[in-house]
Nanobody, 120 residues
Framework: VQLQASGGGLVQAGGSLRLSCAAS????????MGWFRQAPGKQREFVSR???????TESAEFAKGRFTISRDNANTVSLQMNNLKPEDTAVYYC???????????????WGQGTQVTVSS
């Protein structure tokens, strides 16, 4: 499956962005869809994930209360990001796996990434 992430951009601190990830075909119910991010000079880190069959979600501590992952339709997952902070600046990636995991090694397919820049 191919994943295409979009929706990144430049926003001021306190603003919002909605990232979308479109899969090339219907996302199977066995899938776990995740969002990760990578800031310059840092490792790629887990942001949020959703189990496609149940809608169960889990987010990193820094994302709780600000970011929401959701299923938009049969082949699209989104990440709504509110109250953005400069430290949220990173390239955001969507990924597809089958394990309920925040470890990037458990994800088989990756999108190309979309840049999010938050100015202070």
């Amino acid at each position: 499956v191919q994943l295409q992430a979009s929706g990144g951009g430049l926003v001021q601190a306190g603003g919002s962005l909605r990232l979308s990830c479109a899969a090339s075909r219907r996302i199977y119910s066995s899938r776990v869809m995740g969002w990760f991010r990578q800031a310059p000079g840092k490792q790629r880190e887990f942001v949020s994930r959703i189990r496609w069959s149940t809608g169960r979600t889990e987010s990193a501590e820094f994302a709780k209360g600000r970011f929401t992952i959701s299923r938009d339709n049969a082949n699209t997952v989104s990440l709504q990001m509110n109250n953005l902070k400069p430290e949220d600046t990173a390239v955001y990636y969507c990924a597809a796996g089958t394990q309920w995991s925040g470890d990037r090694r458990d994800y088989d397919y990756w999108g190309q990434g979309t840049q999010v820049t938050v100015s202070s």
